[in-house]
């Protein structure tokens, strides 16, 4: 399985933008770059993927590194509804979802 | 709205029961998942299903196993429970790959006393 880095926790202000880093130095050609969210009491809920290009939504934006070894999700402003665990993962060839411990944001008001 | 729905929210089990945890999609999703969350250890795979009958293993599969009879529905089995599978369980479905998203149910937590 392949494997994500990411640091434990980070704090932000709010109101700011937020960059949370992910290192994959293992990822392969065909491996999509996801990212969850998983609030208090909650389901992880998906919020971004791309492969090779950088990718905006409503949520947040990606972007990946030219050699994709790294990837960063950007949170234009962050609230306090942001404050969550966020996971970097690798959507791989056979289906599988595999998460790490993710990066626990902080959110000071 | 799209749903996962995992049967129970709070579980308190005996050591040694056989425990069965039921999880159920209605999106049509080929893909589903069983993962259990501990503090500090993230979510970790215990085993999917990328079809009816289909099973593999995931990381963590020891002292459980899984039965996929129908598309919509994913069921973990914990054949006799053991106080280190006290947990947080949850449940995922997803599209096959490349499809984008997985969708996880509100997990179940598990106590063995």
């Known amino acids: 399985d392949a494997k994500t880095t990411q640091p434990n926790s980070m704090e932000s202000n709010e109101e700011e933008p937020v960059h949370l880093p992910c290192n994959h130095s293992?990822?392969?050609?065909?491996?999509?770059i996801h990212w969850y969210r998983q609030l208090p009491s909650q389901g992880p809920e998906y919020v971004i993927h791309g492969l090779t290009s950088n990718v905006n939504n409503r949520m947040a934006s990606l972007a990946i590194a030219e050699d994709r070894k790294s990837s960063t999700l950007i949170l234009h402003r962050a609230t306090l509804r942001d404050a969550a665990v966020y996971y970097c993962?690798?959507?791989?060839?056979?289906?599988?979802?595999?998460f790490g411990t993710g990066t626990s944001l902080t959110v000071i008001p | 709205d799209v749903k996962v729905t995992q049967s129970s929210r709070y579980l308190v089990k005996r050591t040694g029961e056989k425990v069965f945890l039921e999880c159920v999609q209605d999106m049509d999703h080929e893909n589903m998942f069983w993962y259990r969350q501990d503090p500090g250890l993230g979510l970790r795979l215990i085993y999917f299903?990328?079809?009816?009958?289909?099973?593999e293993k995931g990381d963590i599969p020891e002292g459980y196993s899984v039965s996929r009879e129908k598309k919509e529905r994913f069921s973990l089995i914990l054949e006799s429970a053991s106080t280190n599978q006290t947990s947080m369980y949850l449940c995922?479905?997803?599209?096959?790959?490349?499809?984008?998203?997985?969708?996880f149910g509100q997990g179940t937590r598990l106590t063995v006393v």
């Open positions: 995922a479905s997803s599209a096959t790959w490349p499809a984008t998203e997985a969708f």
């Open positions: 993962i690798l959507r791989e060839t056979g289906n599988q979802f595999y």
């Open positions: 299903s990328y079809d009816v009958k289909m099973k």
């Open positions: 293992t990822i392969s050609g065909t491996d999509y």
